[in-house]
Structures are given as structure tokens and as C-alpha cells.
């Protein structure tokens, strides 16, 4: 049985990811600060873990420190605004810390669980593109978004020899808590996507920077 590692994975994406890799027959590990019933529902849960602090992302090793990993989703996140102006550099920072840092933290922490043929996949956005930006400002939230982007293509280089597999996804504008529920599609329309797209991912294409409707984006 194939086994997933879900940050995040508690509410929205992260939780609906959970529930398609379990309607597909495999082991379903979702990390999270504080777990819920759906996801318990679904996957065996890790809670209480702050993706930004060493301590419990060693406690995280350390539970599954016997566990192949076949698909790592880094999927955590924070999306908050900054007025220019107004610059919250402590905001700015800690999307630093969970966007940026965090996945990277894990990615490394747990490659003693990654074998040849697993595949990382880390959950960006295309705000995180610099050519893409036409509309200024969200600069925590971009800036740990693009560092992501850069942290991921490092990634795929340097796993290439060791068989491992790494995409950067954009899983669209979702209707999830993180924008007041105003997105444009489901979490389950997204993590259907998101999963295609993992689906394709293979050393060949390793390192892409795609929405979840399969288009490539421009960094």
C-alpha cells in the first residue's frame, strides 16, 4: 500500500487531498496543528505539530521514522495582506516561516523516508510568480511563495540522482477559510487537480511550476 504525508491536512485542501488518496487504496498520514473528526475519518492523524518549530518537526521523524514515504504533500500554509505603508514585518516573516522554511524543514527532515520513485509535491501559487505579478502588493505572501518556488527547483536537482520527484503547484483560487471562502472552485475540485497533476509527475518533468488545471506557469 502506496502511503501519503499531508501537512495542513485538517481543513480544506489538505483535508480533501486526505480523502482522495484514501478513496484511492492508500495509507493516509495527515499532519496538522489540531486535528478534526473528517480528517480522522480518513487518515491516520499526527496533530499538535507547528510546522515552524524544529522540536515538533523532529517529534515528526520521530513517529514515522520506520515509514516509507511514496508522495510528501507540503500543503501548511498562511495568506495574510500587508498595506505599503503599513509594512507588518512580523506578518511578513512568519509566512516566511510557514510558506518557505517549513516545507523545506520537512522535505529535508524526512528524505531518510523517501526512497527512489517518491515524489515530493509542494503547494505554491502563481503569486509566487514574479512575471506573473501585475497587481502588487500581498508582499508576505508572495515573497514566501517565490522563496518556495526556488527552494523547490533546488530540490528537484539536487533529489534527481536519488530517483525523487519534485513538483510546484498552484492549486488555483479555492474556496477555502484562508480567502473568506471566496475562490472560484471547490477544495475538492482543486485536489482532484492537484492529484492529476502529481499523477504526471516523473524525473522527466521534475522541478515544474503548474496550476492544478495542468497549465505551466511562468516564474
Known amino acids: 500500500m502506496k502511503h501519503v504525508v499531508i501537512t495542513g491536512a485538517n481543513r480544506g485542501i489538505g483535508l480533501e487531498l486526505a480523502r482522495h488518496y484514501q478513496r484511492e487504496g492508500w495509507q493516509v498520514t495527515g499532519v496538522c496543528r489540531e486535528s478534526s473528526t473528517d480528517l480522522a ?7 499538535k505539530i507547528d510546522v515552524t518549530s524544529a522540536a515538533d518537526v ?4 520521530d513517529i514515522l521514522h520506520d515509514k516509507t514515504i ?17 509594512l507588518d514585518f512580523d506578518s511578513i516573516r512568519l509566512q516566511m516561516e510557514i510558506n ?7 522535505s529535508e527532515a524526512l528524505l531518510p523516508n523517501l526512497v527512489a520513485g517518491s515524489k515530493i509535491a509542494l503547494i505554491t501559487s ?15 505572501y508572495r515573497a514566501s ?9 533546488s530540490l528537484a536537482v539536487d533529489l534527481k540522482d536519488r530517483g525523487i520527484a519534485v513538483a510546484l503547484l498552484h492549486p488555483g483560487y479555492v474556496k477555502t477559510r484562508m480567502v473568506n471562502f471566496g475562490g472560484l472552485i471547490s477544495p475538492q475540485e482543486s485536489a482532484l487537480g492537484l492529484a492529476q497533476r502529481i499523477s504526471e509527475l516523473t524525473m522527466e518533468n521534475s522541478g515544474f511550476f503548474r496550476h492544478s488545471n495542468g497549465e505551466e506557469l511562468p516564474w
Open 41 to 47: 475519518a480518513v487518515a491516520e492523524v499526527i496533530d
Open 58 to 61: 523532529k517529534r515528526l521523524v
Open 70 to 86: 511514496d508522495l510528501l504533500i507540503n500543503n501548511a500554509g498562511l495568506l495574510n495582506d500587508e498595506v505599503l505603508g503599513q
Open 100 to 106: 518557505a522554511y517549513a516545507p523545506l524543514r520537512i
Open 126 to 140: 502563481r503569486m509566487g510568480s514574479i512575471t506573473d505579478n501585475d497587481s502588487g502588493g500581498r508582499y508576505g
Open 145 to 153: 511563495k517565490a522563496a518556495l518556488n526556488a527552494f523547490g527547483k
